[in-house]
């Protein structure tokens, strides 16, 4: 079979720790039985509005010329398995800051994976154990009178409404849609941006 490299820009979360946004990744082609367990592999994936997503995802088990497959950072396999048919290729090899790097595929790369997902785990039940704490000293307001970010609001209209983006040191760490007051904090930056109606609550205006 003839061997045909592709690079991919990457540019997604679901393979954080693994790959990093700006990521050239080195692709060979190949057919779905010369895989092993742990290979990084490149797929099509078909959405129900019919758009065509490319994703990048290691291999989990292999079965009947089916893959199940998983991004080192998601919590868990992906819904429908991968076939011949949306297989694209392999990824070899990374290249980052001028620098290209061998992908761990294989025994070494599935053990690699296993690490990953537990360390999701681990950041999950640290997040339970801790949000009582976390929200009871929230509510103290001793940070936001120790620590006093200096943090531009923007305001951007959209299709779907007004938009209020929070930025420190240029990096968005809070945005709220303001209609439906649907709000995303960065922590901690949800100790020292409040809502409006948290505001009206503790006198903040």
């Given at each position: 079979?003839?061997?045909?490299?592709?690079?991919?820009f990457?540019?997604?979360?679901?393979?954080?720790?693994?790959?990093?946004?700006?990521?050239?990744?080195?692709?060979?082609?190949?057919s779905?039985?010369?895989?092993?367990?742990?290979?990084?592999?490149?797929?099509?994936k078909?959405?129900?509005?019919?758009?065509?997503?490319?994703?990048?995802?290691?291999?989990?088990?292999?079965?009947?010329?089916?893959?199940?497959?998983?991004?080192?950072?998601?919590?868990?396999?992906?819904?429908?398995?991968v076939?011949?048919?949306?297989?694209?290729?392999?990824?070899?090899?990374?290249?980052?800051?001028?620098?290209?790097?061998?992908?761990?595929?294989?025994k070494?790369?599935?053990?690699?994976a296993?690490?990953?997902?537990?360390?999701?785990?681990?950041?999950?039940?640290?997040?339970?154990?801790?949000?009582?704490?976390?929200?009871?000293?929230?509510k103290?307001?001793?940070?936001?009178?120790?620590?006093?970010?200096?943090i531009?609001?923007?305001?951007?209209?959209?299709?779907?409404?007004?938009?209020?983006?929070?930025?420190?040191?240029?990096?968005?760490?809070?945005s709220c849609?303001?209609?439906?007051?649907?709000?995303?904090?960065?922590?901690?930056?949800?100790?020292?941006?409040?809502?409006?109606?948290?505001?009206?609550?503790?006198?903040?205006?």
């Amino acid at each position: 079979m003839e061997t045909k490299n592709i690079i991919h820009f990457y540019s997604g979360t679901s393979m954080y720790k693994t790959f990093y946004k700006a990521d050239f990744l080195k692709t060979e082609k190949i057919s779905i039985n010369e895989l092993q367990n742990g290979d990084v592999i490149i797929f099509q994936k078909i959405e129900k509005n019919k758009t065509k997503n490319i994703l990048v995802h290691r291999v989990l088990s292999i079965s009947k010329n089916k893959l199940v497959t998983r991004g080192d950072n998601n919590p868990k396999n992906d819904e429908e398995p991968v076939t011949e048919e949306n297989l694209i290729g392999k990824v070899t090899h990374y290249e980052r800051n001028g620098k290209t790097h061998k992908v761990w595929n294989g025994k070494l790369g599935l053990l690699r994976a296993r690490v990953l997902h537990g360390r999701l785990y681990l950041i999950k039940a640290t997040k339970f154990f801790l949000r009582k704490p976390y929200r009871m000293l929230k509510k103290t307001g001793i940070i936001s009178k120790l620590w006093r970010p200096e943090i531009e609001t923007i305001h951007f209209e959209t299709q779907e409404g007004p938009l209020v983006k929070y930025i420190h040191k240029g990096r968005t760490v809070a945005s709220c849609w303001t209609d439906s007051n649907c709000w995303w904090f960065h922590r901690p930056y949800d100790f020292v941006i409040y809502p409006p109606l948290f505001r009206k609550e503790r006198g903040r205006e």
